[in-house]
């Protein structure tokens, strides 16, 4: 089925340790996000990917980095957690109007 | 910049009454509006849109007008059900600037027998 694909589904860390969240898409679109859900605070952009090979902050970008592989392929790095990235992470596609598409989210959690 | 604030929940309504979730923006130009639905534990599926001034989406009976004198786009059922349970997220870009979506808080609705 075409789609956004997150991996992993689940993950605890300890703080300071680091992991990379994967995000891939099959649908040829150019833009990717990762976006962060937190209780109260709806969705909140941390980095997008304009097109293969550009990347640019979002509205939260402190503490996390991202590579865009290529066009399928958006990862966001986690160097040394914080309990503060405790959080459920969503990674998007974008087709113009037709929306996005997300994935199915990571929930992280930092102790 | 942009912002959009939704009316705040928890909402609880019973089986077939009548749902409105409130939403308003402010945003430079011209932007397009969203509403996206979150079931538990999925990602977020767009529900409806409208791009621009008195276009009216709709879907699986919900429906928004794109009101630009008063900068909302209220989300309207006529009648809900147990399975439209879930979380409601009022959203906008501006595409003549960038593709980014800005959401609202979102808004759980839960619906009882």
């Known amino acids: 089925n075409a789609g956004v694909t997150q991996t992993p589904k689940f993950q605890v860390l300890k703080t300071g340790q680091s992991m990379t969240l994967q995000c891939a898409q099959d649908?040829?679109?150019?833009?990717m996000y990762w976006y962060r859900q937190d209780p109260g605070m709806g969705l909140r952009l941390i980095y997008y990917?304009?097109?293969?090979?550009?990347?640019d902050k979002g509205e939260v970008p402190n503490g996390y980095n991202v590579s865009r592989l290529n066009k399928r392929e958006f990862s966001l790095r986690l160097e040394s957690a914080a309990p503060s990235q405790t959080s459920v992470y969503f990674c998007?596609?974008?087709?113009?109007?037709?929306?996005?598409?997300f994935g199915s989210g990571t929930r992280l959690t930092v102790v | 910049g942009d912002s959009v604030t939704q009316m705040e929940g928890p909402v609880t309504l019973s089986e077939e009454a009548f749902l409105t979730i409130n939403c308003t923006y402010t945003?430079?130009?011209?932007?397009?509006l969203f509403w996206y639905v979150q079931y538990p534990g999925e990602g977020l599926q767009l529900l409806l849109k409208?791009?621009?001034?008195?276009d009216k989406g709709s879907n699986k009976g919900f429906e928004a007008t794109y009101r630009k004198e008063t900068t909302s786009f209220h989300l309207e059922k006529g009648s809900v059900q147990v399975s439209d349970s879930a979380v409601y997220f009022c959203?906008?870009?501006?595409?003549?600037?960038?593709?980014?979506?800005?959401f609202g808080t979102g808004t759980r609705l839960t619906i009882i027998p």
């Open positions: 998007a596609s974008i087709s113009g109007l037709r929306g996005y598409t």
């Open positions: 990917s304009a097109s293969e090979g550009t990347t």
């Open positions: 945003a430079t130009g011209y932007p397009s």
């Open positions: 649908m040829n679109h150019n833009s």
């Open positions: 959203a906008l870009t501006a595409l003549l600037r960038n593709e980014k979506l800005t």
């Open positions: 409208a791009t621009k001034a008195d």
